[in-house]
């Protein structure tokens, strides 16, 4: 099987408006991929759910529509420290569905919270001590006794907060992860990673500190961390200085030692002074299987298997043209942006974002790549997408873009794969755009 051919499946605009509070800083299928949710920098949760095939409208099917938005996090002030915070949601993670409900978690820099999403599409009349509007009777006129009894009523969507996760954190929450035992979850910020009970918010148990007694010695900060998908003592935290620590929770409280650290050994000859800056890791991600990780530094992703510490088994150039750009990407800033990445359903195929609204995906068994590009100019609804290139120099052909016309205000970060299908949701600043394997579109 050669690479899979993506046509575009659907573009949502979730917000009217480009203002900063627009833009998508969070993208998450749920574990059967029929709801998919997005956060913003608005503090705004909008989740979109698949719609059923239809037979009459063939082109609208399993289109994702909008099935509920809310507001999750507000800003605040932080009074002790002066300190200001976002209401931006960092990351949404689905919890696995115990009943008709639905629930997720959604995290800013500080606060965590657990959201309950129902469905009610009927509603109870004929109560026996109220009114019509809910109001208490008045006791002397009830004379007579009657059953209450459901009314059918227009599908309403109800989320409601259940529980909210505060005061854990002293530095900014970079991600979260929910245990395959689905009653714990862990969050991890630059320096400690914290272990929580879903049912328990008062309190959580400290499992990584890496705070040195004097912050002068500092020299990483933890930038992820996921829990293992099958094994609930297992979970993995990466670092500022391009490593990896497989922790065990079995072994002690506190996993300040690792029981496994990967780490590739550097090349001498292409150390500079960009190298630790572009070597740290921006996102971790276990395959389904639960055999490897998937990593993502500022110009490469890499594949590691839990049984081979010392490199990566396969290594795979996102942007090597930017290299020689690394001193102007340093300037603006650009050098520090963070990268997600991402496995599709049967771990063969890896995705990544770039600049100028391109993605990249790598096909594990064919190693072959592809750069596709998310725009709203270049294709329409149902048109398959054309493969790009960027041109360092030399000859140019017609489609080539040019290193140095690539647009670095337009990157791809936030990228999700549909967990069982060949369906993928990309994050371009506020546009979400679905695309669809066109073998599979075609099939249907």
């Known amino acids: ?42 503090g705004r949760v909008v989740i979109f759910q698949r719609e059923p095939e239809s037979k009459n409208a063939p082109h609208s099917q399993g289109e994702y529509d909008v099935y509920s938005t809310f507001q999750s996090h507000e800003p605040e002030f932080d009074y002790l420290k ?45 109560y026996n001590l109220k009114d019509e509007e809910g109001k208490l009777k008045d006791l002397s006129t009830v004379t007579s006794l009657q059953v209450p009894v459901l009314k059918p009523m227009d599908l309403m969507v ?9 005061n854990g954190h002293t530095y900014h929450i970079n991600s979260i992860s929910v245990n395959s035992d689905c009653e714990t979850y862990m969050s991890a910020d630059d320096l400690r990673i914290n272990l929580w009970h879903l049912a328990v918010t008062d309190r959580s148990f400290n499992i990584v500190d890496i705070k040195p007694a004097n912050m002068e010695d500092l020299t990483e900060v933890i930038t992820a961390s996921e829990f293992h998908p099958h094994h609930c003592n297992l979970f993995v935290y990466s670092s500022s200085k391009g490593s990896l620590r497989l922790c065990d929770m079995r072994a002690a409280a506190l996993c300040d030692k690792h029981s496994k650290l990967f780490e590739e050994p550097e090349d001498p000859s292409n150390r500079s002074f960009f190298s630790e800056i572009i070597s740290s890791v921006s996102d971790v991600k276990f395959s389904h299987s639960g055999r490897y990780m998937l990593t993502r530094d500022y110009l490469t992703v890499k594949v590691w298997d839990l049984n081979m510490e010392a490199r990566p088994i396969e290594t795979y150039q996102v942007h090597d043209y930017l290299r020689s750009k690394l001193c102007s990407l340093y300037e603006n800033d650009c050098i520090f942006d963070k990268f997600e990445c991402a496995w599709n359903g049967s771990d063969s195929v890896i995705m990544t974002g770039a600049y100028n609204n391109f993605f990249r995906m790598f096909d594990r068994n064919t190693k072959r790549d592809v750069t596709l590009e998310a725009s709203r100019e270049s294709s329409k609804p149902r048109a398959v997408l054309k493969p790009r290139r960027v041109c360092v120099g030399g000859k140019r052909r017609r489609d080539d873009i040019s290193v140095d016309s690539l647009d670095f205000t337009k990157k791809i970060l936030h990228t999700a794969w549909h967990p069982a299908e060949n369906i993928i949701a990309i994050a371009a600043t506020n546009n979400l755009y679905i695309f669809q394997d066109k073998v599979n579109s075609d099939m249907r």
């Open 158 to 166: 109800e989320v409601s907060p259940r529980r909210i996760f505060a």
């Open 1 to 42: 099987m050669g690479l899979l051919v993506f046509s575009k499946h659907q573009q949502i605009k979730p917000w009217v408006g480009k203002g900063p509070a627009d833009i998508i800083s969070t993208v998450e299928f749920n574990h059967t991929g029929e709801l998919l949710a997005t956060g913003d920098k608005g």
């Open 82 to 126: 002066s300190l200001e915070i976002e209401e931006k949601i960092n990351k949404i993670k689905w919890l696995p569905q115990q009943n008709a409900a639905h629930s997720l978690l959604s995290t800013n820099d500080k606060t965590i919270k657990l959201w309950k999403i129902t469905e009610r599409d009927k509603r109870p009349e004929g």
